[in-house]
């Protein structure tokens, strides 16, 4: 089965601090994605990756940026976090077809004060 | 706009009945997943369906697609406590990401 963690399920910043999530995929995945999830507006993309260095921004990239040094691993880092960044946030992983199911990872709680 | 929109947002039901969830789009698709989500966890993939394809049966679940309609439904059958969850449909175009809706909250009741 193809896991997909990411490093803390809950997280505290204040605002103005760097802040980085990681991701981590087992399956030697090529594509990586990163999504903020809040209530009422679902599943909103951020950044994603389709190879090692490549990375194309989503729909909300704005105060966001990622990281994609080995296939494996896929960062998200909020350059100077917001409160309105506080949200939870979901990294999946696919395989090189499109007709491929994304894995997602449980996500992190993010909490901006 | 490739994103799927649920309908209804919130389904509430008791144990051994069907649930039926439905999905639109707007644009023209290689396939179609659908997806469900328990209370803060990630996501999980149920099933893909191509667009050449009207039906597909996975245990107790069945979707349907209907390419002319731009619709998809998924039916749960005999519905169980463990069934509540939200679930979430994803069209897919030509293109590399998919796009997700704000997903049907389904509450199953002992």
């Known amino acids: 089965d193809v896991k997909v963690t990411q490093s803390s399920r809950y997280l505290v910043k204040r605002t103005g601090e760097k802040v980085f999530l990681e991701c981590v995929q087992d399956?030697?995945?090529?594509?990586m994605f990163w999504y903020r999830q809040d209530p009422g507006l679902g599943l909103r993309l951020i950044y994603f990756?389709?190879?090692?260095?490549?990375?194309e921004k989503g729909d909300i990239p704005e105060g966001y940026s990622v990281s994609r040094e080995k296939k494996e691993r896929f960062s998200l880092i909020l350059e100077s976090a917001s409160t309105n960044q506080t949200s939870m946030y979901l990294c999946?992983?696919?395989?090189?077809?499109?007709?491929?199911?994304?894995?997602f990872g449980d996500g992190t709680r993010l909490s901006i004060l | 706009s490739q994103q799927g929109e649920e309908d209804p947002q919130a389904l509430s039901i008791q144990e051994g009945e069907n649930a039926t969830m439905n999905c639109s789009y707007k644009?023209?698709?290689?396939?179609l997943q659908w997806y469900r989500q328990n209370s803060g966890r990630g996501l999980v993939h149920l099933i893909l369906i191509r667009s050449n394809e009207r039906e597909k049966h996975s245990g107790r679940l069945r979707v349907t697609l209907d390419t002319s309609k731009k619709s998809s439904s998924l039916l749960i059958t005999a519905s169980r406590a463990a069934d509540t969850a939200s679930y979430f449909c994803a069209p897919r175009g030509g293109y590399n990401k998919l796009i997700f809706g704000a997903g049907t909250r389904l509450a199953v009741h002992p």
């Open positions: 399956m030697d995945h090529e594509n």
């Open positions: 999946a992983s696919r395989g090189r077809l499109n007709n491929q199911p994304q894995h």
């Open positions: 644009t023209s698709i290689n396939n």
């Open positions: 990756s389709y190879d090692v260095k490549m990375k």
